[in-house]
């Protein structure tokens, strides 16, 4: 065992190293065969409906349900046969085991999170302190656009799960980003269900590689925290079918994870977790899912909580077995034995179900560590993890500007920092997306490794937010917030400020932000705004530094995206880093130093004004009953989310979907149709060559948009239907890339035949750098007949009774 009690000392040897391990952690399931995965699942299958036989039903409904957890006054209940000493203090819940004349199932374990893996770093009676890595933010993530490298960050987080006796990760998160405001953006990877997918579906692979299981969620259309227990979220069938839950079906067609949690809302009308068709007829019968269904915790007024916890309200006796009938096959974190025991014996809840439901589960449990009595080590190699989320937090993160090359700084310049963010700085987001790390490295000792620092400055920062902190009273949110110095009122600053225009070559400020879970963000000053002190700040040092003909830099380690139109003129670069895990100070320092030639692009598009957010009249809901919180969430934009509505609607935005650049520049050439087979089953090849033009070694991320034809169906100006990212190319080095869209990737849903088609005509092909495709000259290719590509199960996703989408969506062409 190694208790990690100081920094993890790395360096750029352990960083390069980090990459070699992290492919060889353990091995990948990408070895086996189609066949011989389906073949062992139905092994899997077969010996969990030979184990039910020899179940009591008291025992069957114990599986169903987990044993509880520790959350404010809900004391948690011993789990049902957990090994001796092979407890995980500080995780979220259980599957309960069982052991009687016949079975011995283990208990499993389940752990957060979507950054990083969630426990309590001292055990009882050890005197060793435990940690695990905190990995970048999954919207950082999602902005390498690398599927490789978010499998390599897989693999590695895979195996700390592993080596800490967990047996279910429950992440990633993939909802889709369909307001900047989203409190848990930070999970999410993006506005886009392409990107959300693809990689959710690398972090699937690279996690469950390891043999412990990886769980998708929030499934499905759970895009705000406000009154999230309570709030329906009304969409139309075909906006949820193409945005939604698309991002979903690629993850389980892609990766096939163990399991999917069902989100906390209501969808037209009725909660998540009691839709079969959502469940059953979409998730299992269409798309395949082999996994198991859990709840999120609390899910579906099985307990009647109120948001906050504090009271019990509207508890629906047959929530559990409505649950179990719908398909959602574990309830967590339990204590709803009695309510479906009664279901049981008053008919409305069948053995049948019942019997599905725990085939389902056992099937997944039966690979976990647990069962198969794993010897875990509580030792991962941290170091290179540690290395590993360095390297994949400054390969993911954003230049969104850089007039006359103000990046990268030379290593012997002096820089001038300014913020009380470089000291306090946000390694992740709050909730079950934290993550007890060995230490975060703050953006003013990054910078200080790299550069020669202004100690004064540093200095001045550091007492002041010593001085100053608050406590963060919000619902989940942990830690200090602060109110930056005004510039106007605090004389020391404004010499600061001052002095080291004179004596500096550079300055970097630091904005912040932090959110997370239970609670959405404001449109306002201090959130998505700049408070009248950031923008002091900015307009201060960047007055005193051009005066003297020097650049200013600003880094966003953010939650979320926040206004920059407000302020970007003012500065020379803009440094998009949101959160980087615990090293997020030395990336930083990395793409500022030009160590590491930044290749992130925007996974979420910046717009101009959150006013011309299509959703910003409608997020985060509605007060119908007038309690003062949003009860409905109507989806008035329809399929017009992000990107697709800047560009069908020519809205002007700060920073395009796709918006990335780099210490070099590329060219796009040769982009072709090198194969068009599509049938239903079929596929469409692209390629193209990317050549880099400029003087130093870089990685494009390269994007098919698609335009298409309009004959049933309105479309998007362009949608993403591919992505791909180079190797690191040298100075006038070329790679082709090869991008394969299959027919239902480029398909569109036809509500009212209950099809996915492809329709007839020409379609535009954009292989291109961002959602901008203005000056891209498209390559083309013809159907001629209309494709219907799938059915899918009729009368599912309908509205609530007496709503139309004339009556909410007030977005449309």
């Known amino acids: 065992m190694i208790a990690y009690r100081q920094k993890l000392k790395l360096s750029v040897v352990a960083i390069a190293v980090s990459m070699g391990l992290a492919g060889t952690i353990v091995g990948c399931n990408d070895n086996n065969s189609t066949s011989q995965v389906q073949d062992e699942e139905a092994q899997f299958r077969a010996k969990a409906e030979a184990m039910v036989k020899d179940l009591s039903l008291s025992e069957k409904l114990d599986i169903l349900q987990g044993p509880g957890m520790d959350l404010n006054t809900y004391a948690g209940i011993p789990p049902i046969n957990l090994e001796e000493g092979k407890d995980v203090p500080g995780i979220a819940g259980y599957i309960n085991g069982v052991k009687n004349e016949v079975l011995d199932i283990p208990a499993a374990k389940l752990s957060d999170g979507p950054a990083g893996l969630r426990f309590s770093p001292t055990r009882e009676g050890q005197s060793g302190t435990f940690y695990a890595t905190a990995w970048p933010i999954g919207s950082l993530l999602a902005s390498s656009w690398d599927t490789d490298l ?18 279910f990760l429950l992440a990633p998160g993939m909802n889709i980003q369909r307001n900047p405001l989203l409190g848990r953006n930070f999970e999410y990877y993006s506005e886009d269900p392409v990107v959300s997918g693809k990689i959710a579906a690398a972090m699937v692979n690279g996690v469950e590689s390891n043999g412990v299981g990886a769980t998708i969620k929030h499934f499905v259309a759970n895009n705000a925290e406000t009154n999230r227990f309570f709030n329906d979220s009304i969409a139309e069938p075909r906006t949820l079918r193409e945005i939604y839950l698309r991002s979903f079906q690629i993850a389980v067609e892609d990766s096939q994870p163990w399991a999917v949690m069902s989100s906390y809302n209501l969808l037209n009308g009725t909660y998540v977790d009691q839709r079969k068709d959502v469940l059953t007829d979409i998730l299992r019968d269409e798309w395949k899912f082999k996994g198991l ?39 967590e974190p339990g204590n709803v034995k009695e309510d479906l025991q009664a279901s049981y014996e008053n008919g409305t809840l069948t053995e049948e179900d019942i019997d599905k439901s725990v085939v389902a589960i056992l099937t997944q449990v039966q690979k976990s560590p647990s069962y198969n009595h794993y010897q875990y080590s509580e030792s991962p190699d941290l170091n290179a993890h540690i290395a590993l989320s360095r390297l994949a937090a400054s390969e993911s993160m954003v230049l969104l500007k850089n007039m006359e090359s103000a990046l990268p700084i030379a290593a012997d310049k002096k820089v001038a920092t ?69 510039v106007a009122a605090v004389p020391a600053l404004q010499e600061l400020i001052a002095s080291s225009a004179e004596s500096d070559d550079a300055a970097i400020i630091t904005i912040g932000r932090q959110a997370g879970e239970g609670s959405d963000r404001s449109s306002g000053k201090g959130d998505y705004l700049l408070s009248d002190t950031e923008q002091e700040m900015i307009t201060a040092v960047a007055a005193a530094f051009h005066a003297k003909g020097k650049k200013v830099t600003v880094v966003l380690n953010v939650n979320g995206v926040i206004d920059t139109a407000a302020w970007s003129d003012s500065v020379d670069a803009i440094l998009l880093a949101y959160m980087g895990g615990q090293e997020t100070g030395s990336a930083v320092a990395d793409v500022l130093s030009g160590a590491v030639n930044p290749s992130g692009k925007l996974a979420q598009t910046m717009p101009a004004s959150y006013s011309d957010v299509p959703s910003s009249t409608t997020f985060p809901g509605t007060d119908v009953d007038g309690d003062g919180l949003p009860d409905k969430s109507y989806y008035n934009e329809g399929i017009y989310v992000g990107y697709r509505y800047y560009t069908s609607f020519n809205k002007p935005v700060s920073y395009a979907f796709g918006h990335g650049l780099s210490y070099t520049t590329f060219a796009y050439g040769n982009s072709a149709v090198t194969s068009n087979t599509l049938t239903a089953g079929g596929n469409l090849t692209i390629t193209t060559t990317i050549t880099n033009t400029g003087s130093v070694a870089g990685k494009e991320a390269a994007q098919v948009y698609v335009n298409a034809p309009e004959n049933k169906l309105k479309k998007p100006t362009v949608e993403l239907k591919a992505f791909d990212k180079t190797a690191l190319l040298a100075a006038g080095e070329s790679e082709v890339l090869t991008f394969n869209i299959s027919a239902q990737t480029l398909s569109s849903f036809d509500p009212a035949n209950n099809e996915w088609i492809i329709e007839p005509g020409t379609y535009n092909v954009y292989v291109a750098p961002s959602s901008d495709v203005s000056d891209i000259q498209p390559i083309t290719f013809s159907i001629s007949n209309e494709i219907v590509v799938s059915k899918t199960t009729p009368n599912t996703l309908a509205l609530p009774d007496g709503v139309t989408a004339g009556s909410f969506v007030t977005v449309s062409e």
């Open 293 to 331: 269904v859990m709840s999120d915790w609390f899910a579906g007024n099985v307990a009647g909580l109120t948001s906050d916890f504090t009271g019990d309200v509207g508890r629906d006796p047959e929530s559990a077995a409505k649950q179990i009938a719908a398909g959602n096959n574990l309830i």
């Open 418 to 486: 300014f913020g009380t963010t470089q000291i306090n700085t946000f390694k992740g987001g709050t909730g079950s997306g934290d993550v007890n790390s060995a230490y975060v490295k703050d953006i003013a000792s990054g910078l200080a490794e790299q550069f020669d620092v202004n100690d004064g400055l540093v200095s001045f920062f550091s007492d002041y937010w010593d001085q100053n902190k608050v406590s963060n009273p919000a619902l989940f949110a942990s830690g200090y917030v602060i109110e930056e110095p005004s």
């Open 150 to 167: 978010v499998k390599k960050v897989g693999e590695a987080f895979g195996d700390e799960v592993k080596e800490y006796g967990v047996d």
